[in-house]
């Protein structure tokens, strides 16, 4: 199983446009790949499911791959979708105030 | 590769289609139009809907997968019916008409059939797409 935190960067979130791409890149692959926002999972492959989540600009989502060819389906998934997905921060950080000069 | 038949009253909508298809599914899905009548008229005719059937299956991409048929409201359903009466039953095994809306159904069938897929999930994909909320959020 291979997983990435991914935040949407694409001013009009997960629209049909990547959406296909999603599905285009994951069908590429034996692995199942399933995207998670908050508790809810939509199946990569399939369009409708994919574009069923509403993922909205600025929000976080989990890439889930799981099979013989998980890490390359993670790796194209992530390559393919650059201009809409940046990977997110791998924990959330708490960035400390700089003390004052 | 499985190919798309779009039918409607209207030319210009199933041409508009045929551009998002093309655009999210890739130029290489085989899409024949049946769009309006012969004298430029809106409507539909059996005889449009087998010419675009055959112009898919006979393409050389979708010879082997068939085609999945898209229509619109009211005589395109009759008109149809008529134009699958008149395909041969090896034409018409290759060929499914979804339970499905034509233009959100021609975008999920095209991005399913660009990846490879089987006819019977070409159809699914079309069927599916019948869910695509439309309610618009805060």
């Known amino acids: 199983m291979s997983e990435r935190r991914l935040v949407v960067i694409d001013p009009a979130g997960l629209h049909a446009r990547p959406a296909a791409r999603f599905v285009q890149v994951a069908s590429r692959f034996a692995s199942t790949v399933t995207v ?20 909205r600009p600025g929000t976080e989502i989990d890439l889930i791959t799981v099979g013989p060819d ?27 105030e700089p003390e004052p000069a | 590769m499985v190919g798309l038949v779009l039918v ?20 290489d899905v ?14 539909t005719t059996a005889d449009r809907i087998v010419a675009a059937i055959r112009d898919v299956l006979g393409s050389s991409d979708a010879a082997a997968d068939g085609a999945v048929v898209l229509f619109d409201f009211g005589s395109a359903a009759l008109s ?19 339970e499905a809306p034509l233009v959100e159904g021609a975008f999920a069938a095209g991005v399913q059939a660009s990846v490879g897929a089987s006819l019977d999930e070409v159809a699914a994909a079309a069927v599916s ?6 309610s618009i959020g805060g």
């Open chain 1, 36 to 55: 998670k926002l908050g508790d809810r999972v939509a199946d990569a492959k399939s369009l409708i499911a994919v574009l069923g989540l509403t993922i």
């Open chain 1, 70 to 96: 998980a890490d390359a389906a993670l790796e194209a998934l992530v390559a393919e979708l650059g201009p809409y997905l940046a990977t997110a921060a791998p924990t959330p950080t708490i960035v400390a």
């Open chain 2, 8 to 27: 409607s009253h209207s030319r210009t909508l199933v041409e508009g289609l045929r551009d998002i298809v093309a655009q999210f599914g890739g130029d």
């Open chain 2, 30 to 43: 085989p899409v024949a139009l049946a769009g309006g009548t012969p004298d430029g008229r809106l409507g």
């Open chain 2, 80 to 98: 149809l019916e008529l134009a699958l009466e008149e395909l041969e039953p090896a034409e018409r095994d290759r060929v499914r008409v979804p």
């Open chain 2, 129 to 134: 797409a019948a869910s695509l909320s439309k």
